[in-house]
């Protein structure tokens, strides 16, 4: 191999030279300029603005609402994945996992993080030369002089060199954006999961209040033949058997509206599971309750659980890196650009040494006057920025509400529970008695059929609170960040 790049003839032997071709070997002009200066260049930037430093909330040392719950140190070791095993139901288990499939939210907010993922590929490119090449074929002609032919092929490079440190600010945004989209992605999951969980649990207690109903209507059956029975043998009023099938349509009528309530709710679980509802049902099963005491550790953990708290954070890191990327821009930039190439009137010795060519440039640009337009970026970015802290705080503060509310609602509700026992109790007890009393003649139908209506009220109050005291526990798991 020659050194103006004419090659002679294949050379031969196991120490022959590998072949370079002349384009390459021109554009490695550049490449080598700039690894020249890199480390230079590196050793005397700075990324410019303040560093990150989180900024503190007040967390308090135990939950108000908190009672006998209360547990001397973070369970660090409580499962954090599938909290909704926690409840025992493998059919809440099932769809579950569908939601994890096959849920159009739940693939929207994966997209999202894809995007951020891409960003941060995108922002971290910007640390690096970019390489171009381009070909050129062209005839001119000028008076009578002939026809004119030109060819040409170039690699050309340009790299805005970081000295001042604004694009790794900006790919410090990116990766705290990704990371603040990652986090939605698993508060997104948990909000999804748990609205599945509370429709799922009215939905079985829709079940136990149809069933309520319909033993309610075989009482009121068995009442109404007491009444029919009692006049036909002249010892009670035609009122007491208009009475005892009003109140028997009363019921029938709503445990069919209860089917609306139900179907609803059955949809809404498909939807959540990614299904069309015309594809879906869930059959009534005999529904065992099972309510779990949720210990809530310490309030210092939550902020590590709580997906929607880190996203939070992980956006006032991005407002504070962007902050140092508008501080950067207010200084010049310095890039270098360099390209190489062959040009000539003909394409068969295009690319020989006496058509080479090529440049190398560094150049400095800065803006002398903008009448403040810079300034008023970095205000904007510090605004930004005191912007998201401000809503990193709100976070923290609704996610302890959040603890707080549940913890109150579950100690009351299983305080309200056992009242209601003794309620539901008393009022069945109450009814045998009534029913007895008009047999024997001693009270009117009225009488049964006040009776009758307290008790189902109370019944329905008592289905009614453990649904209440589910969808608590529920509520509480999710604003723990799904940990139990």
């Known amino acids: 191999m020659q050194r103006n790049g004419a090659h002679t003839g294949p050379s031969k032997g196991p120490g022959a030279l590998i ?47 908190a009672g006998d719950w209360i547990v001397a140190k973070p369970a660090d070791n409580a499962p954090k994945g599938k909290w909704w095993e926690v409840f025992g139901d493998p059919v809440l288990g099932s769809l579950m996992e569908q939601v994890s499939v096959s849920n159009q939210e739940l693939r ?26 381009g070909a050129n074929a062209g005839r001119s002609r000028r008076g009578e002089t002939g026809t004119t032919r030109s060819y040409g092929a170039t690699l050309n490079a340009s790299w805005e060199v ?45 079940d136990v209040q149809r069933d309520l109903l319909d033993d309610t209507v075989k009482a009121f059956d068995t009442s109404l033949t007491i009444a029919r029975n009692r006049y036909n043998a002249g010892v009670a009023a035609k009122v007491d058997v208009v009475q005892a099938e009003s109140q028997l349509k009363s019921i029938q009528a709503q445990a069919i509206d ?28 005999k529904f065992q309750a099972r309510l779990p005491q949720v210990p809530p550790g310490l309030p210092s953990t939550l902020l590590e659980r709580r997906p929607d708290v880190a996203a939070a954070e992980r956006r006032m890191a991005a407002a504070n890196a962007r902050i140092g990327a508008a ?29 080479r060519a090529w440049s190398l440039g560094v150049g400095l640009a800065g803006t002398l006057i903008d009448f403040g337009a810079r300034k008023a970026d970095v205000d904007i970015s510090r605004a930004a920025y005191d912007e998201a802290v401000a809503s990193y705080r709100q976070a923290v503060l609704q996610a302890f509400q959040e603890v707080e509310d549940n913890l109150a609602g579950l100690r009351w509700l299983a305080e309200e529970g056992e009242v209601q026992a003794d309620a539901a109790r008393l009022a069945r007890e109450s009814v045998t008695l009534t029913v007895n009393q008009y047999k024997a003649g001693t009270v009117g139908y009225l009488n049964v059929a006040q009776v009758q209506a307290t008790q189902l009220s109370e019944d329905r109050s008592t289905v ?3 649904g209440r005291r589910l969808a608590a526990t529920v509520a509480l798991i999710r604003a723990l960040g799904g940990a139990y």
């Open 19 to 65: 072949r370079v071709h002349p384009l390459l070997s021109v554009s490695s002009v550049f490449l080598r300029f700039a690894a020249s200066m890199v480390p230079a260049m590196l050793l005397s930037s700075c990324a410019i603005g303040p560093g990150y430093e989180k900024p503190q909330v007040e967390t308090p040392a135990a939950y108000k609402e």
């Open 464 to 466: 009614q609170l453990l």
């Open 327 to 355: 501080q950067a821009a207010v200084f010049p930039a310095l890039s270098l650009s360099g390209s190489g190439g062959f040009a000539g009137s003909s394409l068969s010795n295009l690319f020989t040494a006496p058509n």
């Open 162 to 206: 970081d000295l001042w440190g604004r694009i790794r600010r900006l790919v410090e945004a990116s990766r705290a954006g990704e990371q603040a989209s990652a986090a939605d992605l698993e508060s997104a999951r948990l909000s999804l999961q748990a609205e599945l969980a509370t429709n799922y649990f009215q939905l079985r207690v829709a």
């Open 108 to 133: 929207g907010a994966e997209a999202r993080y894809r995007s951020a993922t891409a960003s941060v590929a995108g922002a971290r490119a910007g640390l690096f030369p970019t390489l171009g090449a």
């Open 258 to 285: 209860l089917q609306v309530t139900r179907a609803a709710l059955e949809h809404a679980i498909a939807v959540l599971a990614g299904k069309p509802p015309a594809a879906f049902s869930l059959e009534p099963v």
